[in-house]
């Protein structure tokens, strides 16, 4: 009896204060542009917050967002690899909107569950899983979350910009230049960067920019009124060695280079986005120039898998790749596949190639009951970029068959090297692999094996 009178002395005080209660509730979610509907949208749903900012509810208003343990170790599996190879990787987890810029958090967001300390605490724990497995991580949050170095207000006039867009998940280019500075810094203090020849970089400003965001465009179908537009103080990054400024062009992070790459920029949207200028910021804090290999839309490992299976990487390899990515990915959403390719294409470790039979679309090779190891692979290489999807068939001593579908979608290179890393077939006797490639093979496809890759 007690209990239950404590219970509802307890509503009747919340109801006081404004705390609960229809009315309170609306009043604190009336939206400015005419919004209706965003939180249970079909296309993004998101939640207004404090002048026009928004924030998604499935990424940047959700708790539990941690890279454990077994993804940092996968991780970690890519580092050594490549690091085997003269190659240190720079894991650059991206914080979320909530976790970064919650002062515009909507006035109701305690209701949804989010805590923001939480939210912040559960980033720190990721880098430290990370760092425990080995890798190198760059603690974006921390550097992004400094106030604001007078020297660099005066250089950049950035004091008031937001780090995220308003109306856009993305960060401006203030969010990036602080991600790149933490980035910088990983590459600054790693022992491997005394091996190399800084330059000096230069950043001017450009003028406002505008992006293109689909987030924007599917909450503005909801919102009477236009919804604050995707804009940026936009910025340039060139080498000191670049003729005078009036003539030179922008930093041409493509550019190829007859020497050892310095630094490779792999990942999402957030570096593939020229209103930012996140590869020129890196440049700049490091004094090294970055190849700029992100793709929009790629995933978790879109960049990786273009760039890893690719020409580029196995005839020059970079001193440093920077792996950016989103923290609230599932970097083991599609099992161990991705993992086991991307360590065995890191170390490209390939013996010469095996004895195959060649159709138009296949090859084969036997293998005589050969067991395997955790750390072994198949390379199928197809000996020119083209095909976007090869099906890997072992058949085992006693007839049974295993397939594995690799694909590369559109929005990857096409780069014709696909593996097949043998880590979930192990112990089993192989008799023979077949793969079929999604075009006609021409002359100098071949299969390889690939042994002890991990180690």
């Given at each position: 009896?007690?209990?239950?009178?404590?219970?509802?002395?307890?509503?009747?005080?919340?109801?006081?204060?404004?705390?609960?209660?229809?009315?309170?509730?609306?009043?604190?979610?009336?939206?400015?542009?005419?919004?209706?509907?965003?939180?249970?949208?079909?296309?993004?749903?998101?939640?207004?917050?404090?002048?026009?900012?928004?924030?998604?509810?499935?990424?940047?208003?959700?708790?539990?967002?941690?890279?454990?343990?077994?993804?940092?170790?996968?991780?970690?599996?890519?580092?050594?690899?490549?690091?085997?190879?003269?190659?240190?990787?720079?894991?650059?987890?991206?914080?979320?909107?909530?976790?970064?810029?919650?002062?515009?958090?909507?006035?109701?967001?305690?209701?949804?569950?989010?805590?923001?300390?939480?939210?912040?605490?559960?980033?720190?724990?990721?880098?430290?899983?990370?760092?425990?497995?080995?890798?190198?991580?760059?603690?974006?949050?921390?550097?992004?979350?400094?106030?604001?170095?007078?020297?660099?207000?005066?250089?950049?006039?950035?004091?008031?910009?937001?780090?995220?867009?308003?109306?856009?998940?993305?960060?401006?280019?203030?969010?990036?230049?602080?991600?790149?500075?933490?980035?910088?810094?990983?590459?600054?203090?790693?022992?491997?960067?005394?091996?190399?020849?800084?330059?000096?970089?230069?950043?001017?400003?450009?003028?406002?920019?505008?992006?293109?965001?689909?987030?924007?465009?599917?909450?503005?179908?909801?919102?009477?009124?236009?919804?604050?537009?995707?804009?940026?103080?936009?910025?340039?990054?060139?080498?000191?060695?670049?003729?005078?400024?009036?003539?030179?062009?922008?930093?041409?992070?493509?550019?190829?280079?007859?020497?050892?790459?310095?630094?490779v920029l792999l990942g999402t949207s957030f570096s593939d986005n020229p209103t930012n200028n996140f590869a020129g910021w890196i440049s700049q804090y490091s004094g090294l120039e970055v190849l700029n290999y992100a793709v929009t839309g790629g995933g978790q490992y879109g960049a990786?898998?273009?760039?890893?299976?690719?020409?580029?990487?196995?005839?020059?390899?970079?001193?440093?790749?920077?792996?950016?990515?989103?923290?609230?990915?599932?970097?083991?959403?599609?099992?161990?596949?991705?993992?086991?390719?991307?360590?065995?294409?890191?170390?490209?470790?390939?013996?010469?190639?095996?004895?195959?039979?060649?159709?138009?679309?296949?090859?084969?090779?036997?293998?005589?009951?050969?067991?395997?190891?955790?750390?072994?692979?198949?390379?199928?290489?197809?000996?020119?970029?083209?095909?976007?999807?090869?099906?890997?068939?072992?058949?085992?001593?006693?007839?049974?068959?295993?397939?594995?579908?690799?694909?590369?979608?559109?929005?990857?290179?096409?780069?014709?090297?696909?593996?097949?890393?043998?880590?979930?077939?192990?112990?089993?006797?192989?008799?023979?692999?077949?793969?079929?490639?999604?075009?006609?093979?021409?002359?100098?496809?071949?299969?390889?094996?690939?042994?002890?890759?991990?180690?």
């Open positions: 009896m007690t209990l239950t009178h404590r219970s509802n002395l307890t509503v009747f005080a919340m109801v006081a204060l404004g705390l609960c209660g229809t009315a309170s509730a609306a009043a604190a979610q009336e939206s400015s542009f005419g919004c209706a509907g965003l939180e249970q949208s079909s296309l993004v749903r998101a939640e207004e917050g404090k002048d026009g900012v928004f924030y998604r509810v499935a990424t940047d208003l959700t708790m539990g967002q941690i890279i454990n343990h077994r993804a940092a170790d996968a991780v970690a599996r890519i580092a050594r690899a490549l690091e085997e190879q003269g190659t240190t990787l720079i894991f650059a987890p991206v914080p979320t909107k909530g976790q970064a810029m919650p002062e515009d958090l909507p006035s109701n967001f305690v209701t949804t569950g989010y805590d923001v300390e939480k939210a912040r605490a559960e980033y720190a724990v990721s880098i430290a899983n990370l760092r425990e497995s080995g890798v190198v991580a760059a603690d974006l949050l921390t550097r992004m979350l400094d106030t604001f170095d007078p020297a660099e207000v005066a250089k950049y006039g950035t004091e008031n910009t937001p780090l995220f867009f308003r109306s856009d998940y993305h960060w401006t280019s203030e969010g990036a230049r602080r991600a790149a500075r933490a980035v910088a810094d990983q590459i600054v203090e790693h022992p491997g960067y005394g091996d190399l020849t800084p330059s000096s970089y230069q950043t001017r400003q450009v003028g406002e920019l505008e992006g293109f965001s689909n987030m924007r465009r599917a909450m503005q179908r909801q919102c009477r009124d236009p919804l604050p537009e995707v804009e940026t103080l936009g910025f340039e990054t060139n080498a000191d060695t670049t003729p005078a400024q009036d003539d030179a062009g922008p930093l041409d992070i493509f550019a190829d280079a007859e020497e050892q790459s310095q630094v990786l898998i273009s760039y890893l299976t690719s020409q580029d990487y196995l005839e020059q390899r970079p001193r440093f790749i920077v792996w950016e990515n989103p923290i609230y990915t599932d970097l083991l959403q599609f099992g161990t596949g991705p993992i086991e390719e991307l360590t065995a294409a890191a170390s490209a470790a390939c013996s010469d190639p095996l004895n195959v039979t060649a159709t138009s679309e296949t090859l084969e090779a036997e293998l005589g009951g050969a067991t395997f190891d955790t750390d072994d692979a198949i390379l199928a290489r197809f000996g020119s970029e083209g095909p976007r999807n090869a099906e890997f068939t072992l058949v085992t001593t006693d007839g049974v068959s295993r397939r594995y579908f690799s694909n590369r979608d559109d929005r990857l290179r096409a780069t014709g090297n696909f593996w097949l890393g043998l880590g979930p077939y192990v112990d089993l006797p192989i008799e023979s692999i077949k793969v079929a490639f999604d075009r006609p093979i021409p002359n100098g496809a071949s299969l390889s094996l690939c042994p002890n890759f991990g180690e």
